[in-house]
């Protein structure tokens, strides 16, 4: 099973037949084996990598670190969980260090990203405090390398 998830994240997109071949199995074995791990929620959902130079969407992506206040017989679980609904919220994970939560939130403009930190997240019961890093650039994305290597066009100097 481990073999096959990871044959599916580095091509989810991969023909049942090129599967089979690697895993040795029959394509029925392997096509009622994703079957059952999408039934179980082992497989959740399939994504494609985007190369953001590439696109014409033009995203802002900001890593927010969060300090929480855990809840009374909840932990972190009901706050993370409330945070994650926000349709802006494309990850949001529990950390251990200087701060509970990274939310990785998506807007149109840079002013989206403010707002819905100053009017959504900021102002959450629980929230301590949040600290904002902007993507710059991507490199890597999922396991994906989104940058190619340039060829060099100039001629070699010879003394």
């Known amino acids: 099973m481990e073999l096959l998830i990871s044959l599916l994240r580095q091509n989810?997109?991969?023909?049942?037949?090129?599967?089979?071949k690697a895993l040795d199995r029959t394509e029925d074995e392997v096509a009622a084996q994703?079957?059952?791990?999408?039934?179980?929620?082992?497989?959740?959902?399939?994504?494609v990598v985007v190369d953001?130079?590439?696109s014409e969407e033009?995203?802002?992506?900001?890593?927010?670190?969060?300090?929480?206040?855990?809840?009374?017989?909840?932990?972190?679980?009901r706050l993370a969980t409330r945070i994650a609904r926000f349709s802006e919220v494309?990850?949001?994970?529990?950390?251990?260090g200087g701060y509970d939560l990274l939310v990785i939130v998506q807007g149109d403009t840079l002013q989206d990203?403010?707002?819905?930190?100053s009017e959504k997240l900021s102002t959450i019961k629980g929230v301590i405090s949040t600290a904002t890093r902007f993507r710059l650039k991507?490199?890597?994305?999922?396991?994906?390398?989104?940058?190619r290597e340039?060829?060099?066009?100039?001629?070699?100097?010879?003394?």
Do not use: H, W
């Open 90 to 96: 494309k990850s949001c994970y529990l950390m251990s």
């Open 138 to 147: 991507a490199y890597k994305e999922n396991g994906v390398a989104l940058y």
């Open 113 to 117: 990203v403010a707002s819905f930190i």
């Open 34 to 47: 994703i079957k059952q791990l999408e039934r179980e929620g082992v497989i959740l959902g399939y994504q």
């Open 150 to 159: 340039e060829t060099s066009q100039r001629l070699a100097v010879s003394p």
């Open 58 to 77: 033009r995203a802002v992506t900001a890593c927010i670190e969060v300090s929480i206040t855990p809840e009374r017989g909840g932990g972190f679980d």
């Open 12 to 20: 989810a997109r991969a023909p049942i037949a090129d599967l089979a």
């Open 52 to 54: 953001p130079d590439q």
